[in-house]
């Protein structure tokens, strides 16, 4: 029962991963809940605009490309004619998104909360106004998410196909000839590989000497080798520093990171991928006093409380990774916080996986992070071909890292470049979860033949035994 004096006991503004999953949690712990939400639809980015239609493109760019390339042909697979059909690919990625979307709405009714249509905004302690009504809650938790960082001088327009965000990007009409990627991060590797796989000419503009920031130094060297064997061509240290758009073109000026000549890049469409920020324009966080901080995100205690009193925040507003499954714990926590239980989520294990082919996945430090922190690190390496599953896949590219303390053996990173390296990381995670060291890895019997088998080696390595190298 909601407390008398408010409409709802919690009231989520947002229903990406972060809210929904908060909302369905604050309901199943008996309070009465509504949810917020601006867009036509639930999900958030996540499941409109982010990780559900980028995979489906990912997928099946995946099988276009393996059905055009020939590349079937060695396993004695003959197909000829294979044809693209990109409307029909949208629309299989835009049914994928439908049943998604449709069944978060199937949840909230089955947990009887109030989906609130329209863009929230506080107005006063405990008050909100949701498309000009008043609604008043005990708790409110912020989970508005974030949106693409734009690149001034490189304005996007969506709607016409030729400088786009990832959005615009997930619903392009047509393959570009040559497609120029600002950034060199996760969306832009994966996008660029979506439109590559179709087609497209990609080039990747990236300011860092190197792509894939803040992943481990061995696997970022890896991934640009075998993204530049696909056929991308990169160009770290460079800068775009401006855009103009023709009426079939888009002329961009670049030069080096450190300043120099600068060199006119053509492409038939531009994807601005250069990071996102937090959603908090029109959120009148001011009515409550709440200060953002310097990145203008939500700052929070352990608990995800921020400083106003019954104001809590999740996900990619709130400082720390802009991950689904990060947003979806913070969610199940906060829930629990309010109710009175005990929410934690372990920000030190929260795996992250970029999802091209092969995949990159990594939970943890970093060799680099670790070191940086005082660690001794000891290391063990394995590669994918000498795993005898991905030898009969012949998907043999890449290699698992495993980082150990050398006074404790603990696990302190698991880092992955292999076709499943996204669904390996999870025994890393669990593991990781669990204080396991190195050892306790390399004993646990992984069923043989299987690519998880290169995780078990890789801490085999960090004893310097592995058996299959
Ligand atoms: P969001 O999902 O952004 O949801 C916030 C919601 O709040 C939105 O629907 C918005 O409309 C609504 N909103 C905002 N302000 C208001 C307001 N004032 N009133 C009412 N409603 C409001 N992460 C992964 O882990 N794996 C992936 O594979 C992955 N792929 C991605 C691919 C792309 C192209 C993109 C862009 C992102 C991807 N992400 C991925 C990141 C992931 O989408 C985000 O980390 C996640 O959606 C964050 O969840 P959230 O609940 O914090 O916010
Ligand atoms: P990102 O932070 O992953 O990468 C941005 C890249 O752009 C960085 O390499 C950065 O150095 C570079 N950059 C910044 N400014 C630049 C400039 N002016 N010129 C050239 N390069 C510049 O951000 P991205 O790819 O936009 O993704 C945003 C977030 O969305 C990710 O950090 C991630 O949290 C989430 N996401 C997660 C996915 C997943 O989990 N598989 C997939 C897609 C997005």
Known sequence: MADKTYDYDVLVIGSGPGGYVAAIRAAQLGLKTACAESRETLGGTCLNVGCIPSKALLHASELYEEAHEGALEKFGIKLTGAKLDLDQMHAEKSKAVGELTGGIEFLFKKNKIDWLKGHAKFTGENTVEVDGKTVTAKDIVIA??????????????????????STGALALPKVPKHMVVIGGGVIGLELGSVWRRLGAEVTVVEYLDQILPG?????????AKIFKKQGFTIRTGTKVTGAETLKTKVKLT??????????????????????????????????????????????????FRTTVPGVWAIGDVAPGLMLAHKAEDEGIAVAENIAGQVGIVNHDVIPSVVYTMPEIAG????????????????????????????????????????????????????????????????????????????EDIAYTCHAHPTHAEAVKEAAMAVQGKPIHI
């Open 144 to 165: 508005t998410g974030s949106s693409v960082t734009p690149l001034p001088g490189v304005e996007i327009d969506n709607d016409k196909h030729q400088i786009v965000d």
């Open 215 to 223: 992943m481990d130094g061995d696997i970022r060297k890896e991934a």
């Open 254 to 303: 670049v030069e080096p990171a450190q300043g120099g000549d600068e060199e006119l890049l053509e492409a038939d469409c531009v994807l601005v991928s250069i990071g996102r920020r937090p959603n908090t324009e029109g959120l009148g966080v001011d009515a409550i006093g709440l200060e953002l901080n310097e990145r203008g995100q939500v700052p929070i205690d352990h608990e």
């Open 363 to 438: 939970v943890g430090l970093t060799a680099e992070e670790a070191k940086e922190k005082g660690y001794t690190v000891k290391a063990g390496k394995f590669p994918m071909m000498a795993n005898s599953r991905a030898k009969t896949n012949r998907d043999t590219d890449g290699f698992v890292k495993v980082i150990a303390d050398a006074e404790t053996d603990r696990v302190l990173g698991v880092h992955i470049i292999a076709s499943l390296a996204g669904t390996m990381i999870a025994q890393a995670a669990q593991a990781m979860e669990f204080g396991a060291t190195s």
